[in-house]
């Protein structure tokens, strides 16, 4: 049976990379997300590309009934989750505090912190069970750095950073690898989701600079999972060369 990686947000960028990137490896894939025809056509690539096998699975990780519903529903050949990618997560407004949409800042709890306890509530009994798994959570520069006007989301992305430490103790006794990746600029759908749509907004974020891509942080995924049984990387941290860290950019 071939080992199974779960990857939630997988309707596009990292999740989307990350998902042919394990493909490529061996692993069948469960891809999830809130967008079933995107799911269809990402399930679709990856089986017209590699002998693997993949399951689309259309819910709201910020649903606990959805998320039991759905892991509940996993059929046997797919069971053998070794890899949960807590990868769904958002920003939404890049406002002063006082002037925030309480709206925004639900959805970014709702999904970056408890999208992320749903999901590995759900699966790391089954991980514990067959006694081997990694779980991987897509941190943020934002989760040890706080800048202005993202103070929603970077103390979202601070909690990610606290259960991924607290995971990492927790399953220490089960074997259970836990892992935690930080990027700064990563050109995806992540700040046209954050501008509600306003493209022109969103590419001025990156204007004079290139980015990291979703293929980067696949690249560092298939770096963790490929290392020996005994090795466990806590935590990394990656930049685009242009940019230091939350503060400091250089822009050609």
Same mark, same amino acid.
């Given at each position: ?15 989307? !990379? ?8 061996g ?8 967008r079933?025809?995107k ?11 590699? $002998? ?26 797919f ?31 709702d ?50 950073? !606290? ?32 501008f509600?749509?306003?493209?022109q ?26 290392? $020996? ?10 930049? $685009? ?12």
């Amino acid at each position: 049976m071939n080992k199974t990686a779960l990857i939630t947000g997988a309707t596009s960028g990292i999740g989307e !990379a990350t998902a042919h990137t394990l493909a490529k490896l061996g692993y069948n894939i469960i891809i999830t997300g809130r967008r079933a025809e995107k799911l269809e056509q990402v399930k679709q690539e990856i089986c017209a590309a590699y $002998p693997v096998k993949v399951l689309a699975l259309c819910f709201d990780v910020r649903v606990k009934e959805e998320c039991c519903k759905a892991i509940a529903s996993i059929p046997e050949e797919f069971s053998e989750i070794t890899v949960l990618f807590n990868n769904a997560g958002l920003a939404a407004g890049l406002e002063h505090i006082q002037d925030g949409d309480t709206d925004d800042w639900e959805r970014m709890i709702d999904t970056n912190i408890k999208g992320v306890l749903y999901m590995t509530r759900c699966v790391a009994p089954l991980m514990i069970k067959q006694g081997k798994g990694h779980i991987i959570n897509m941190g943020s520069i934002a989760g040890t750095e706080v800048y202005e006007n993202g103070t929603v989301y970077c103390a979202s992305k601070h909690a990610m950073n !606290a259960l991924s430490k607290g995971m990492r103790i927790d399953m220490l006794s089960s074997g259970i690898k836990v892992s935690q990746i930080r990027p700064g600029m990563v050109e995806t759908e992540f700040s046209v989701v954050r501008f509600h749509g306003d493209q022109q907004r969103a590419d001025n974020v990156y204007k004079g600079v290139k980015p990291l891509t979703g293929a980067d942080i696949a690249s560092v995924v298939e770096w963790l999972v490929t290392l $020996p049984e005994h090795v466990n990387i806590n935590d990394v941290e990656i930049m $685009p060369v242009q940019q230091a860290d939350a503060f400091y950019t250089y822009r050609k």
